[in-house]
């Protein structure tokens, strides 16, 4: 465990051993060995700062209950935690889509994450949920964090899912939910190609 007992911090909680986040990543994706799976979940559980890290990967009301990890197709993440990726020396490769829009994309091995920046009108837009849907399979992360005023929301497809995957289009659709229905804010299209 960190920090001292009794003592609270002002500002940010110690941690003598903070993950990597190229290695939290991976844990919340599920592309981690048991055995380093096991280490980190060990040290999320008695660690905030480690935890609230991964926190910011994706949302945690909609993502983690009670287990930390996701194993989804993929996370929206924070205009933050994409900073301090690229602050880490992370690799990442970027695509901006309008939406209705279609990008050809493709995942390098030397690409740490691949992050979608989906353009989207989203003001007075109270719920967004977003939908992933391949020929095969379809996921929704339902009430997504995002910032009415940002314009986008950026989205943290499974880097080590698309390195596997052939050739294919996926298609991610945001949706503003409110009490009446939803309806959707825009499809974004990505053609993709093993590189
Ligand atoms: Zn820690």
Redesign the pocket.
């Given at each position: 465990m960190?920090g001292h007992r009794g003592r609270r911090a002002v500002s940010r909680p110690n941690?003598?051993?903070?993950?990597a986040l190229d290695a939290l990543v991976q844990y919340w994706f599920g592309e981690l060995a048991q055995d380093d799976e096991q280490r980190i979940e060990e040290?999320?559980l008695g660690?905030s700062?480690?935890s609230g890290q991964l926190g910011e990967l994706a949302d945690l009301g909609a993502g983690i209950g009670s287990s930390f990890r996701s194993g989804a197709v993929g996370a929206v993440v924070s205009p933050t935690l994409v900073h301090d990726m690229k602050q880490e020396g992370l690799r990442l490769r970027e695509y901006r889509v309008g939406p209705g829009g279609s990008v050809n994309c493709t995942v390098g091995a030397a690409d740490d994450a691949v992050v979608s920046r989906l353009q989207a009108h989203l003001e007075g837009v109270t719920r967004v949920d977003l939908v992933h849907s391949t020929g095969s399979s379809e996921v929704r992360l339902p009430d997504i964090p995002f910032e009415p005023a940002a314009g986008e929301v950026l989205y943290c497809p499974s880097a080590a899912r698309l390195r596997k995957a052939p050739a294919h289009t996926a298609v991610v659709r945001l949706l503003a939910v409110d009490e009446v229905g939803e309806h959707p804010i825009g499809d974004y299209t990505f053609i993709h190609t093993p590189s």
């Open positions: 960190h941690c003598t051993a903070p993950i040290h999320l660690c700062l480690c």
